[in-house]
């Protein structure tokens, strides 16, 4: 089934890709656009409040309202064709997020200057995005205001409506996307061209969510290659050189593998990420336990890692997405981003009692040095709050519905009976939840009362097919489960680039190229980051004197286990998810690769892997939809690979008598 969704898309995503790359060209309304759009001309542009409240739709939901798909086109191709000089172009908004590392409104700057002003590994991670997206969608929602005048008379007040209601739309990567579909929709990498249907008639013009082109590119202001010589943006390049290509089919293809480990992410990130320290952000804090090795960032810098192309090319190059730097280029980064923001507002309302506590920044940004300590009502530069220069800070932004816009699980409860956190559950259960043992245990319950099916549960789960009963009591203890999970601690600049940790039931296959689509892998952990100054240093090798960075930035991150362990359970080759069986199993099969800048295979030591360790946690299921699965505390199998007795052997000197632990010491006899 999922093979057969695979191979569709893949056909489609091909037939698009031999088809002859169009011009960049933009709509052509038959009079000069330039003398009826409106400019900005305050001197500083302010991130506004107030206006009607919208909801912020998935992308494939937009798609369907035809006026407003049109004017979201005509909009994105207007905003990339407006002069980059101006600092709500294109190029202006995304330039803000990394590259060219220029000041944008007059801020700063206070930090580093090889640093865009993005906040990433800090407490600002969550709050900082925010208003970002907000200025986004403002200048956006700006330009297709003017855009739905153009339509004649009688239909005028029909585009007008549908630009007034436009909102940013998301794009939900984690959710299991329409029959036939991969997760990466056909509208962002199926074409480098759309037909739209605009007020002068329907015009095949250049894509905008598959690609910015640059007007021009200004090669001095992207230093390394192949940055200073790539004229557009791209995903999963064909290779390195002046005449890379997109390979969108691989990147819906590594998507499409990897779907299952993310929404696993995701569904516990919202049934266990309780503190908002922790919840947002991927910095490794000692003193935050080992229950909090996931995060909403780490899980967005494995999207950011597997959109730019996951190195699965075959020269391993990355495309824009995948380095913090270029990312914001690429058109598809916002509709990530306001996916990203999404996940925080649904989250915000199941906790709102956690926020921003006062925390130094493990990573600088143009205008925060690292170390620097952070809190609530640290500016959120360069985001005007108001023409006087002031800034919004996270406790400005934390009621995101200021800016006139929401989401659809916490739009207006018409009865306003209260019910939005159960909506919220409700929402996270039916499009999270799917590869959970949880959903087994709702699945098996009748629709009954909540009290009713408590008593039932443990007497008996399941009335269906015989198979189906056996294979439930292999997973489900009565109400409950384990969850199991590889928690991940490792230097984000440990390689000069991203990179991604791999990991596999089973022996993977040697080329890099074949890990994802092998039957065996389980899940990527990729690593968004920066390469280090630009200009200098070894393509793919760790500066020793970048001084910013030296000292390592340590994220953590998570692959989960539990469906990947089912899958094996259900294959007959493994009894059940207690550790009486899984514990040995994995011991003996658990194997994982690191996967660096420009295809190259490194040793765990390299990739500065400090800490891996083999958890799992006991899980009562929810008993309804309204709920969400408690985790009760966490229990540590074994750590670092080495094959032991859970003591947590730094892995210098493991013993490697386990299977597992001979693979990692292979690992790290490699030379650097
Ligand atoms: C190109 O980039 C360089 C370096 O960032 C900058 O100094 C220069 O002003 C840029 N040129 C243009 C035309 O923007
Ligand atoms: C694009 O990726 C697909 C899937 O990984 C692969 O089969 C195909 O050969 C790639 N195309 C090019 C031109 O590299
Ligand atoms: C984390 O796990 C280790 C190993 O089991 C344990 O020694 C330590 O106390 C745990 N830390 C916290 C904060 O729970
Ligand atoms: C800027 O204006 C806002 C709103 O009028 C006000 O609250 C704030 O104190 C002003 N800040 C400065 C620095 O003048």
Redesign the pocket.
């Known amino acids: 089934m999922v093979r057969l969704q695979l191979s569709l898309a893949i056909q489609l995503l091909c037939l698009a890709q031999s088809l002859v790359i169009g011009q960049d060209t933009t709509y052509n309304y038959g009079f000069d656009v330039s003398t009826r759009v409106k400019r900005q001309l305050a001197r500083r542009q302010v991130v506004r409040t107030g206006g009607e409240i919208h909801v912020r739709q998935e992308i494939r939901e937009l798609e369907k309202d035809q006026d407003m798909w049109s004017l979201y086109i005509l909009g994105l191709s207007m905003l990339q064709f407006t002069p980059?000089?101006s600092p709500t172009s294109w190029y202006g908004i995304a330039g803000i997020h990394g590259a060219?590392?220029?000041t944008w409104g007059g801020v700063g700057p206070s930090g580093s200057v090889q640093y865009g002003y993005c906040a990433h590994s800090s407490v600002l991670f969550p709050t900082w995005h925010r208003p970002y997206m907000v200025l986004y969608e403002q200048v956006l929602h700006n330009l297709i205001q003017t855009i739905a005048t153009f339509w004649p008379d009688d239909e005028r007040p029909r585009f007008e409506d549908a630009a007034r209601r436009f909102r940013i739309p998301y794009w939900d990567w984690a959710a299991s996307p329409p029959t036939g579909q991969s997760v990466l929709p056909l509208s962002v990498g199926g074409s480098p061209f759309i037909d739209v249907d605009g007020p002068n008639g329907v015009q095949r013009i250049a894509n905008p969510l598959f690609s910015y082109a640059f007007k021009p590119l200004?090669a001095?202001?992207f230093s390394r290659s192949p940055w200073n010589f790539w004229s557009h943006t791209l995903r999963g390049p064909t290779d390195g050189g002046p005449n890379a290509q997109s390979n969108n089919s691989q990147v819906a293809q590594s998507l499409d593998l990897n779907r299952v480990s993310i929404s696993q992410r995701l569904y516990a990130l919202f049934s266990h990420n309780n503190d908002y320290k922790s919840f947002g952000n991927s910095a490794w804090r000692p003193e935050s336990g080992n229950a909090s090795y996931d995060s909403l960032e780490s899980l967005h810098d494995t999207v950011h890692y597997l959109s730019g192309g996951g190195g699965a090319s075959a020269q391993g190059q990355n495309g824009h997405m995948s380095y913090i730097p270029y990312s914001a280029f690429d058109p598809i980064f916002f509709l990530h981003h306001c996916m990203v923001d999404r996940i925080f507002a649904l989250w915000q309302t199941l906790h709102p009692e956690t926020w921003v506590t006062p925390t130094p920044a493990a990573w600088p940004t143009y205008t925060y040095r690292r170390g620097q300590v952070q809190d609530a009502s640290s500016e959120l530069t360069p985001f005007f709050s108001h023409e006087n220069g002031t800034f919004w800070t996270s406790d400005g932004v934390r009621d995101f519905t200021r800016f006139g816009y929401t989401y659809a699980e916490l739009a207006d409860d018409p009865a306003g009976n209260g019910r939005t956190q159960a909506r919220v559950k409700q929402s996270i259960n039916r499009l999270y939840g799917t590869n959970s043992p949880a959903n087994l245990f709702l699945g098996a319950l009748q629709p009954q009362s909540i009290e009713a099916s408590r008593k039932m549960a443990n007497v008996e789960i399941d009335k269906g097919n015989l198979f189906r009963t056996a294979l439930l009591r292999k997973i489900l203890n009565g109400d409950e489960y384990r969850e199991w999970t590889v928690n991940v601690r490792v230097d984000k600049q440990a390689l000069d680039g991203p990179f991604s940790i791999h990991f596999f039931l089973g022996e993977p296959p040697l080329e890099p190229e074949a890990w994802t689509s092998d039957p065996n892998h389980v899940g990527t952990m990729g690593v968004f980051a920066h390469h280090h100054s630009p200009g200098q240093g070894m393509p793919g090798v760790r500066r020793r004197d970048d001084d910013e960075v030296d000292e390592g930035v340590f994220v953590s991150g998570a692959v989960p286990l539990t469906a990947a362990l089912m899958k094996k359970i259900a294959e007959g080759e493994l009894a059940s998810l207690q550790p009486r069986d899984v514990d040995p199993y994995l011991k003996k099969t658990l194997d994982k690769r690191v996967l660096g800048p420009y295809g190259r295979t490194w040793g765990l030591e390299c990739a500065r892997v400090l800490r891996m360790s083999i958890v799992s946690s006991v899980v009562r299921a929810p008993y309804s939809e309204d709920e969400l699965p408690q985790w009760e505390g966490e229990e540590v199998h074994y750590e670092d690979g080495d094959g032991g007795d859970g003591e947590g052997s730094d892995g210098e000197e493991s013993d490697g008598e386990e299977d597992g632990g001979h693979e990692w010491k292979r690992l790290k006899r490699d030379v650097c």
């Open positions: 980059q000089s060219p590392f220029q200004n001095s202001a």
